[in-house]
């Protein structure tokens, strides 16, 4: 992973420069011309295959909020900035909307770019909803009240895998991992493993055996060590965060060590439609995969059903991404918020995000107050080849409440895992 970006080291100009951007701004809230907000997307670069789900989910939320209305009499406007995946092209696609007046921001698909966002924000007196990272960090150690996260947590994510595991998979008592070697991978391992210690007894009625996690470095082309090291030891069931490129190679990689023959099941921190869209017959067997919104999960949800229904009709595909969620949801949240607000200046509507209550593609959701991690369904699919059109199926999914799975609000500490 990316080295983080201190606050310090982002100002840039520094906190004046970035004051000096609202100025004007309160004027333009009160007028009549449409509410402005400002999204950045990794629009090239190495995670540009992300972006355009995002982009058309976000556009179905503003064509669907403009069609009801608006928003206190005003219609909703969206205006894409390209952030490269990279920290300091964020900072300055942000600085650039901010100089025309926007304060209310979405992005921060991944994490060095959500930090370098979230850091800039109370000087510059705008909000950032992110719509990707999962970083503990971003709700505990790196924490500011102009940031608000509408998917999960790397630790929730974790522990309602784990929950899962432990109730769909209580024969899988023998657990390992692949993991990249930074703090992020150790942290998510640690929360993983905590939830496997935790569920396992009250609902498998076993302890689990645990190995040591397999480390990887990004950017790596080779996991033949790897993926020795997994064939190696006595495990049955695998958590894994490897992601695009280093996915596939793993996966081609592991066939002459029979890898996925040994494997009985994989636990996927994100991959979802996606490396099933790509590997198809090649995806192995009894693969779970979290996902940011699993539309089948919600098609009895009238804002669920209406974002997947338009989806079909502007694309044609019957399988959207889980990335079509959360542009969707957080442009509803802001629209819920300014209404509360009756205003769009900052502080309105950080209070009225931090109270409100809306239903959203995953129905209802709301924002913890302390630390603005999302309180929301948890979305985990299951995935495996097969012999039809497509190559691959949905054979299961859950949606776990995320409630009782975020773990202690620690605003400005880490996330401390006990146990």
């Not at 809306?358 to 209802?364: D, R």
């Amino acid at each position: 992973m990316p080295k983080f970006v201190t606050r310090r080291a982002v100002l840039g100009g520094g906190a004046a420069a970035l004051g000096s951007l609202a100025l004007g701004r309160d004027a333009r809230a009160q007028s009549n011309d449409p509410i402005r907000i400002g999204i950045l997307l990794p629009l090239t670069g190495s995670q540009a295959s992300y972006a355009p789900d995002c982009q058309l989910s976000a556009q179905i939320a503003v064509d669907q909020i403009n069609a009801a209305g608006g928003i206190l009499g005003r219609k909703l406007e969206i205006v894409f900035r390209d952030d490269k995946a990279n920290p300091n092209a964020a900072i300055a696609a942000a600085k650039e909307l901010m100089g025309e007046g926007i304060n209310l921001f979405i992005g921060g698909l991944n994490t060095p770019s959500a930090l370098a966002i979230a850091g800039i924000m109370p000087d510059a007196k705008c909000v950032l909803i992110t719509i990707g990272s999962v970083a503990d960090s971003l709700t505990h150690e790196s924490f500011n009240r102009n940031f608000f996260r509408i998917t999960d947590s790397a630790y929730s994510r974790a522990q309602a895998q784990a929950h899962l595991a432990a109730q769909k998979l209580p024969e899988i008592t023998q657990w390992g991992g692949i993991l990249p070697d930074v703090e992020f991978g150790h942290a998510l391992w640690r929360s993983y493993a905590h939830g496997l210690r935790q569920f396992y007894p009250q609902f498998a009625k076993a302890e689990p055996q645990i190995s040591d996690p397999v480390l990887f470095k990004f950017g790596a082309i080779d996991f033949k060590n790897q993926i020795a090291g997994l064939v190696r030891q006595p495990v049955e069931g695998v958590y894994q965060s490897l992601t695009g490129e280093d996915f596939l190679t793993m996966i081609n990689q592991s066939r002459p060590f029979g890898l996925t023959k040994k494997i009985k099941v994989f636990m996927d921190l994100s991959g979802e439609l996606i490396f099933a869209k790509i590997l198809k017959q090649n995806l192995p067997e009894n693969f779970w995969s979290g996902s940011h919104w699993y539309y089948g999960s919600y098609l009895d949800i009238p804002t669920g059903k209406a974002l997947y229904d338009e989806y079909v009709k502007r694309t044609g595909d019957k399988y959207p991404t889980g990335y079509i969620g959360p542009a969707h949801m957080a442009l509803h949240a802001y629209a819920h918020a300014i209404k509360a607000a009756g205003n769009t200046e900052t502080d309105a509507v950080i209070n009225a995000l931090e109270g409100v209550e809306f239903e959203s593609a995953k129905g209802l959701i709301s924002f913890r107050k302390e630390d603005h991690q999302v309180i929301s369904d948890i979305n985990v699919i299951k995935l495996g080849p097969k012999d039809n059109e497509l190559g691959w199926e949905v054979s299961d999914y859950a949606k776990i409440p995320g409630k009782d799975l975020l773990g202690p609000a620690t605003p400005g500490k880490p996330l401390v895992i006990q146990g």
